[in-house]
């Protein structure tokens, strides 16, 4: 295959899913095809009981420059379909989730980083919504899930202006939850996810559903709790002094 072809590149190791945006000719812009293969990319991920966290980054020194604006000119809603599809599907992976940002994450960057469940960027990075560049209207999900990390404030200076902000002003905003220093990015993601994957999942799924608003799971988890073994290994655990072995294993959320 031509390593310049725009493309998702997946790899999983020691329970972390490293997915990696690829297309080095244009900043790592997302294609049509890039859109589209995303959804069912992460449903195999889902379903992969090795996979206990996802990590999505850029290939080489940029996280993604948005969607190809080409393929505006084929149609403009359909494009923007195929982002909100791949957000969404993002947003509703079942274990969690990091967004690992080097340089330019705009537009569709954006989107997919917001939709992640934690955001971590390496210092010199900038973060950007664009749309009323391009005259589009951003999707209202995209904007809700906007809104609900930064504030009405910040969504609308991002949304109004199209300017760039810097990691500074990202992380005072929420927009993201750590800054690294340079060359710090792939050492913190590599310990915290190692953190991730060590924890119980039972723990990770049912508090990134509360999290997200979901208030018609509440028996579903107290259900599963009791059907897990992992309180009580836990437990035993720090008793005993030791690391736990979590069993639990989360579906994908219907």
Request: hydrophobic share 40%.
């Amino acid at each position: 295959m031509d390593r310049t072809e725009p493309r998702l590149i997946t790899s999983v190791e020691r329970g972390v899913a490293t997915v990696v945006i690829s297309n080095p000719a244009k900043r790592n812009a997302m294609t049509t095809a890039m859109w589209r293969s995303l959804p069912e990319l992460l449903e195999g991920l889902a379903a992969d009981p090795e996979v206990r966290v996802l990590v999505l980054t850029g290939a080489g020194d940029t996280f993604c420059a948005g969607a190809d604006i080409s393929t505006l000119r084929e149609s403009a809603g359909t494009a923007q379909g195929l982002a909100v599809e791949a957000e969404e599907a993002l947003a509703a992976f079942p274990r969690p989730t990091l967004a690992a940002v080097r340089g330019y994450c705009v537009g569709g960057g954006g989107q997919l980083a917001a939709a992640c469940d934690l955001r971590f960027a390496e210092e010199g990075a900038s973060f950007g919504v664009t749309p009323a560049k391009l005259g589009i209207v951003y999707p209202a999900s995209s904007t809700r899930r906007l809104v609900a990390l930064v504030g009405p404030g910040t969504a609308k200076h991002l949304l109004f202006s199209g300017e760039l902000i810097d990691t500074e002003r990202a992380l005072r905003t929420g927009l993201v939850d750590e800054v690294l220093p340079t060359g710090g990015l792939d050492k913190r993601v590599e310990e915290y996810v190692r953190v991730l994957a060590s924890r119980s999942q039972l723990t990770q799924a049912s508090a990134k559903e509360f999290a997200a608003g979901r208030t018609d799971r509440d028996a579903h988890w107290a259900a599963e709790a009791r059907g897990s073994t992992d309180t009580a290994e836990g437990v035993a655990a720090f008793l005993e002094r030791r690391a736990p072995r979590f069993t639990y294993t989360t579906a994908p959320t219907r």
